[in-house]
């Protein structure tokens, strides 16, 4: 499985990089979820590598923490989360999942307890906005927002399925 593992780190870090170059040239107003989906790309990214991660487990749970933070200011601010592929809310549940992956890792096999229904309810919900992301990507004409709604669809399939996993 280690060729697996390989392939999903190599392919979380190319939906990172995805994510890094919208950043730099996509629109101002969505500055705060490219950040938080490239930081949740390349966690995932480090999850999978089979070398290691090379970032230390807490500077990863700071990252996932202001991320956080940066968007539940954004969610107060809005007070709506329509975006095409998910809004303030959708990247806080983000940020909060990868800290709940890294924080509760530990937990694989465990019986069924507050632990896996908790994994189970994110996987869930990352099913459901993959299932949306698909949909976009259906709709979009091509180009940048076929791109970005695929970038978006891959992030949500790999977060439903390292939640699963978790089970």
Excluded: K, N
């Excluded at 930081?39 to 970032?55: E, Y």
């Excluded at 809310?89 to 530990?106: D, E, P, R, T, Y």
């Excluded at 091509?142 to 399939?157: D, F, K, Q, S």
Aim: charged share 10%.
């Amino acid at each position: 499985m280690a060729w697996f593992a390989g392939a999903a780190a190599i392919g979380c870090l190319v939906l990172g990089l995805v994510h890094l170059w919208r950043l730099f040239t996509g629109p101002a107003a969505e500055r705060a979820g490219e950040t938080s989906a490239a930081a949740a790309a390349i966690g995932m990214a480090a999850m999978f590598s089979p070398i290691g991660d090379p970032v230390p487990l807490p500077v990863w749970i700071a990252l996932y923490t202001v991320c956080a933070g940066w968007t539940a200011v954004l969610v107060v601010r809005r007070r709506a989360d329509d975006a095409p592929h998910g809004g303030p809310v959708h990247h806080l549940l983000c940020s909060a999942a990868m800290v709940f992956m890294l924080v509760g890792h530990g937990g694989h096999g465990a019986e069924l307890g507050l632990l896996s229904v908790m994994a189970l309810v994110g996987a869930g919900y990352f099913a459901w906005h993959g299932l949306r992301c698909a949909d976009t990507y259906r709709l979009a004409p091509g180009g940048p927002p076929r791109t970005v709604a695929g970038a978006h669809l891959a992030g949500a399939v790999t977060m439903s399925g390292m939640l699963v996993a978790m089970i």
